[in-house]
């Protein structure tokens, strides 16, 4: 991984001008190699790591775990595709260990994220199984910590 990569890693809202300073190089070198990043696949978009506890809106997200059963010649390809293109799926991959699937969904209620998984995932021909935990609370994502001055309220629960 070269050096211009790693700083886009680290902040992609440096400017070409910031990057070009901080690498020795021109505006000019960072632009072709961003571009070159883009037209390969290296770089597939640009979205910000956003703290939902601070918006205005309803949003609930679960991480569910499925053990399927792929179709010969297909392998787990065929039902991942199938799975990704449910809008309310965010995330979806491949994982060794006790399930197969992992996936990350989000809806506006608990109750959006339980009937998405009762009435579309569930009944698909090769899942044989489910088990999905909502996130209660994020601290840390794509290296970026989410934290509040804010305190634990409830206090300590000892005898």
Do not use: C, H
């Amino acid at each position: 991984m070269d050096d211009l990569f790693k700083l886009l890693m680290q902040n992609a809202r440096f400017t070409n001008e910031q990057l070009a300073v901080m690498l020795g190089i021109s505006e000019k070198e960072v632009a072709e190699q961003i571009e070159q990043y883009e037209r390969s696949g290296m770089i597939r978009g640009y979205k910000p790591v956003v703290d939902w506890e601070k918006i205005d809106t309803e949003r609930v997200v679960a991480r569910i775990e499925l053990n399927v059963l792929p179709k010969r010649d297909f392998g787990f390809d065929e039902i991942a595709k199938r799975i990704m293109m449910f809008d309310e799926v965010e995330t979806i991959y491949l994982v060794s260990g006790t399930y197969d699937l992992a996936i990350t969904v989000a809806g506006k209620t608990f109750k959006d994220v339980a009937l998405f998984v009762a009435q579309k995932l569930s009944p698909m021909d090769g899942v044989t199984s489910t088990s999905t935990s909502f996130v209660l609370r994020k601290y840390k994502e794509k290296n970026i910590i989410i934290e509040d001055e804010e305190t634990d309220v409830r206090g300590n629960a000892s005898l």
